[in-house]
């Protein structure tokens, strides 16, 4: 089994973006009926933010555990451990800054500390792991050092846990089709509460459009079918609340902890979004996707997907623990770079940054950013890279 690898930082360090570091045009900033709004014309690269050209901490697996198999969260605390959600082997991993293997917890199945569907992980101020199984509707409580503490459920009226705010209370996802089933691109509403993570305590927050599916019928089955370019909702928390995107509108809205807003980051797509240069290409791509053996059953489902003339201006969105807000452009291929513009908490563009690909970013720290590695073969990883602002 191979082991965590730790790396050493490369004498030189590769600067985020551009190489040239050039003023950035302040945004024009206005009151509207008591939102404070920003509107960018430009976003351009200051040269602030360095990152090493090596990863810091690369975590491949350890011999006392299963190899990764679906890593769906990666997140860092105050002792600079890192914990690893891993759903295919529903157990969380944990490992020192070095990226020596320190601990695991859960098993598959549904009793106490068991997991059926290991999607989520969030940390609280004291360190406290909130590990989300939606099939289950279960939080499982663990402590900083892996021990099982409880299971909270939550009710199906809520809908999913997506983040949880500096009030340590959960934000809670519950999204309802808005149009008929049938074949095409469909949309649904949104609903946002927060409650306590047993699911008590509820209060909403607001509605918006939530995530769009395409469904169709593939071997004579209906399926649902959710590439990337359709719609897709980011919500992160922030000190005084959280801050929410839809990925097909260049805006960043951040609302306060009763879900008011307070300010909209507004940047132009074009600054964000490009044209899809082959339709037909991405086509194929997605097809490629499907396993071998139901290619054929996909192929007419796929050859019917309506793609877009211009890739979504936003791809993703992180907070930072200081409060900074890593907008993500639209990564058209996982093997590309990706591009990010990171805002301070009152709208301010800092800078623009470049993460590599094959790399997923999942938790950014002030000076690290840590996510999944995927290599040509598929095979996950986990990598840490120093961030360093100058």
């Not at 930082?9 to 551009?18: I, M, N, T, W």
């Not at 101020?125 to 050092?145: F, K």
């Not at 209060?203 to 469904?215: A, Q």
Request: charged share 20%; proline share 6%; net charge negative.
């Amino acid at each position: 089994m191979k082991q965590a690898r730790l790396m050493m930082l490369c004498a030189s360090l590769v600067q985020f973006g551009c190489t040239e570091s050039r003023a950035s045009i302040d945004a024009e900033r206005w009151d509207s009926a008591g939102v404070e709004m920003l509107s960018y014309s430009s976003l351009t690269h200051k040269g602030s933010l360095q990152v090493s050209a090596e990863p810091a901490v690369w975590i491949e697996g350890d011999a006392r555990i299963p190899p990764f198999d679906r890593i769906t969260a990666v997140t860092i605390l105050r002792d600079s451990s890192i914990v690893v959600a891993d759903q295919g082997a529903s157990q969380v991993h944990a490992f020192g800054a070095d990226g020596s293997y320190l601990w695991s917890a859960g098993r598959p199945g549904g009793g106490p500390g068991e997991f059926q569907r290991l999607e989520q992980l969030f940390v609280t101020g004291n360190d406290t792991i909130l590990a989300v199984d939606p099939r289950s509707r279960r939080i499982t409580v663990l402590s900083p050092t892996g021990d099982y503490v409880r299971d909270d459920r939550f009710p199906e009226s809520v809908g999913s846990p997506v983040a949880l705010l500096a009030s340590e209370e959960v934000v809670y996802l519950d999204q309802q089709r808005t149009d008929a089933h049938t074949v095409g691109v469909h949309h649904t509403s949104a609903t946002w509460s927060a409650a306590d993570p047993a699911g008590a305590a509820v209060r909403e927050l607001l509605t918006t459009p939530g995530h769009d599916s395409y469904y169709g019928i593939a071997s004579g089955r209906n399926v649902i079918f959710n590439p990337s370019f359709l719609r897709h909702v980011y919500v992160v928390p922030l000190m005084t609340g959280f801050a929410l995107a839809l990925s097909d509108e260049g805006r960043i809205d951040q609302h306060g902890r009763g879900g008011e807003l307070l300010r909209s980051v507004l940047i132009p797509d074009e600054l964000l979004s490009v044209e899809v240069a082959d339709p037909q290409a991405v086509r194929d791509g997605l097809l490629e996707s499907v396993p071998p053996a139901m290619q054929d059953g996909f192929r007419s489902l796929v050859q019917d997907l309506p793609v877009p003339a211009r890739w979504p201006p936003i791809g993703g969105l992180i907070a930072d623990d200081a409060h900074r807000l890593w907008v993500q452009e639209y990564q058209a291929s996982r093997e590309d770079e990706i591009t990010w513009h990171v805002f301070a908490a009152d709208g301010t563009h800092l800078d623009q940054v470049t993460t590599p690909g094959g790399f997923t970013p999942r938790v950014v720290r002030h000076d690290v950013v840590a996510g999944v590695w995927r290599d040509e073969l598929d095979v996950q990883s986990v990598r840490l890279y120093r961030v360093l602002a100058r």
